[in-house]
């Protein structure tokens, strides 16, 4: 017995097992996704992080552990977002035809995603340092982290809020588009990539290479645009 | 349409294309960076400033850039994957989460549903708008 729990230390320790562990939840979030007919409730960031959080936890494995196998997976992130060039210059005509409706959506969705996130946790009488951080959670994590700290927030707070909001855009963008009868895949596309950044623009290039595209661009557009909106705001402070 | 396979790629194609957009990412940090000694509160992604590049390189190489649009279809078909190790992330702020959780979740529920109306409705809008001037 004592040789086991020698091998499960060795194990636990290792990189190679906490790799492993995400790709094979990965890969079952995606079968289950498929058994519920890739259901948009299914979420893969979701289903994949609730597999692995309670195996974690029941491990006593701590997150800094656990990342020094996960970050071979998170730093595809960089590569991934020079990729959306790609699904850009693929619908470089149809992005060209719709400069103005990027440009309107792009102000009034991102003046909304903080406004409205202020506004309601504002309501509830959260305190300076929690707005601050709730502000920037539809922008990427990068950016809000930075953006946060710079308002006075808490960064580590500010990276879990853009999550959930990732999250939760993904889940709800499909079944929300389809109750208001939108049809239109770039502008369903553009609005996730607002609302909900990386995760969203995920979800829209599961529906359609089109609606991630528009999602793509709208997720860095929001990301320069909520900077500079933060900037002015330190600046006129 | 350059995406159209003509041939199928060799193992050597795929890495040079994961290469090339690697190397963009690299040469869009550096340009932030040096940019950065010129305006030092300049914040701008790197990777974002690498896509740029990317996309200004993907009309003159046509047809020579297909090992870099295999690459790049395979990551963005795993996106969701690249997310997961943030997402696990959350583990660390369970107390912040359960003493701040209705207020935050509502908040962020709220946000995220009238951000996605709000946008979609001003694109189709400023659509149509166009298209009216247009007759």
């Known amino acids: 017995m004592s040789g086991l729990s020698t091998i499960w230390v060795y194990l636990a320790a290792s990189p190679l097992t906490w790799l492993g562990a995400t790709l094979a939840a990965y890969i079952l979030s995606l079968r289950i996704a498929a058994w519920l007919g890739n259901s948009p409730l299914a979420n893969s960031v979701f289903l994949t992080a609730a597999m692995v959080i309670p195996l974690l936890l029941l491990t006593h494995t701590s997150y800094p552990r656990y990342f020094e196998g996960a970050q071979f997976v998170h730093f595809l992130l960089g590569p991934a977002t020079v990729s959306l060039a790609v699904p850009l210059y693929r619908n470089l005509a149809a992005v060209r035809r719709s400069i103005l409706p990027i440009i309107a959506a792009l102000v009034a969705g991102s003046l909304t995603a903080m406004g409205s996130a202020l506004a309601i946790a504002a309501a509830f009488g959260a305190p300076a340092d929690v707005l601050a951080s709730i502000a920037p959670k539809s922008v990427s994590a990068p950016i809000a982290m930075e953006l946060a700290k710079g308002l006075g927030g808490v960064p580590s707070l500010a990276a879990v809020l853009v999550i959930l909001t990732g999250i939760t855009g993904a889940i709800i963008v499909t079944p929300l588009m389809n109750a208001l009868g939108v049809r239109n895949y770039a502008a369903r596309g553009f609005a996730v990539g607002i609302a909900s950044h990386g995760i969203g623009t995920a979800r829209a290039f599961q529906v359609n290479d089109t609606a991630g595209a528009f999602a793509g661009i709208a997720m860095a557009l929001n990301g320069a645009f909520t900077a500079l909106l933060v900037a002015g705001f330190l600046l006129l402070r | ?135």
């Open chain 2, 1 to 135: 349409m350059i995406d159209s396979p003509a041939k199928p790629l060799r193992p050597a194609d795929w890495l040079a294309g994961f290469t090339v957009l690697i190397l963009c990412q690299l040469a869009g940090e550096t340009l932030v960076q040096l940019l950065r000694l010129v305006l030092p509160g300049f914040v701008f992604p790197g990777p974002v400033a690498g896509m740029l590049m990317l996309l200004a390189l993907l009309t003159p190489l046509g047809d020579r850039g297909r090992p870099i649009i295999a690459a790049a279809d395979g990551l963005l078909g795993i996106l969701s994957l690249l997310f997961v190790p943030s997402a696990v992330g959350i583990m660390q702020y369970g107390d912040m989460i359960l003493a701040w959780g209705g207020p935050l979740l509502l908040a962020v529920l709220g946000s995220t549903v009238l951000t996605l109306v709000v946008t979609v409705g001003v694109f189709l809008a400023t659509e149509a708008w166009i298209r009216r001037r247009q007759g």
